[in-house]
């Protein structure tokens, strides 16, 4: 069951990422993506392995951005790999069949390999808005954007859930909703949020319910 919203963990001024996603799960969160761009794979390992107990404690699933390798050793829930990591039919070769598989795509031909790959289970799809959360952003879709890529998904048939990332502010979600989203992968709006509990509350008011059947 892929969670309609999806909490992509940060270091902030105070927290480290760990505490962030203690944090985010204490406060109702059931989809992680651990992400951390700056450190060693043998330190990235050890927050992973830290991390997946984290969320096991609260039920919430792990998923690692980028590292594959680390992913199975860690027994992630899941794997997100950008446009320049591994290609997912690789890593669905070396996960087997449980573990997600999430692709990143910027264009509607992005979302379509990943789609005809039959490997990758839902589609991040930014960026929204501009953020500084990301470096090397490639280009903001806005609404219209999704619109126009949603709609070709259903004119082509294509059926994979697509999560919209980027700049996701509240005030945000409703609208992109509509586009046909089927949800959404925030840092900041969470990590920065005074009160986290009432912000996911607030956050999944905006999204539908039920999930995708996979
Ligand atoms: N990929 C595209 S934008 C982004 C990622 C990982 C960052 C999302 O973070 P924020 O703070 O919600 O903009
Ligand atoms: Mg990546």
Redesign the pocket.
């Known amino acids: 069951m892929i969670s309609r919203l999806h909490y992509?963990s940060q270091e902030t001024d105070e927290k480290s990422h760990l505490d962030n996603i203690r944090e985010a799960c204490a406060a109702g969160i059931d989809w992680v993506q651990l992400?951390v761009k700056d450190r060693e794979l043998d330190e990235i390992e050890e927050m992973a392995f830290e991390a997946k107990a984290i969320c096991k404690k609260y039920g919430a699933k792990l998923i690692l951005n980028d590292h594959v390798e680390i992913a199975k050793a860690i027994k992630a829930n899941g794997v997100h790999l950008g446009q320049e990591d591994m290609d997912p039919v690789e890593a669905r070769a070396i996960l087997g069949d449980k573990p997600y598989i999430g692709g990143?795509a910027n264009t509607w031909e992005q979302v379509e390999l990943l789609y005809e790959s039959k490997v990758v289970d839902y589609v991040?799809l930014?960026?929204f808005k501009f953020?500084t959360?990301?470096e090397n952003?490639s280009p903001e879709l806005g609404i219209r954007g999704y619109s126009n890529i949603l709609n070709n998904m259903i004119i082509q048939d294509i059926d994979i859930p697509i999560i919209a990332?980027?700049?996701?502010e509240m005030e945000d979600i409703f609208d992109l909703q509509l586009t046909g989203c089927y949800g959404i992968?925030?840092?900041?709006?969470i990590n920065n949020s005074f009160d986290k509990k009432e912000t996911i509350e607030e956050i999944k008011l905006h999204l539908p319910d039920g999930t995708f059947d996979d």
Do not use: D, E, M
Not at 185 to 189: E, I, K, N, T
């Open positions: 992509i992400r990143t991040g930014g960026p953020t959360t990301k952003l990332i980027g700049g996701i992968a925030v840092a900041s709006l």
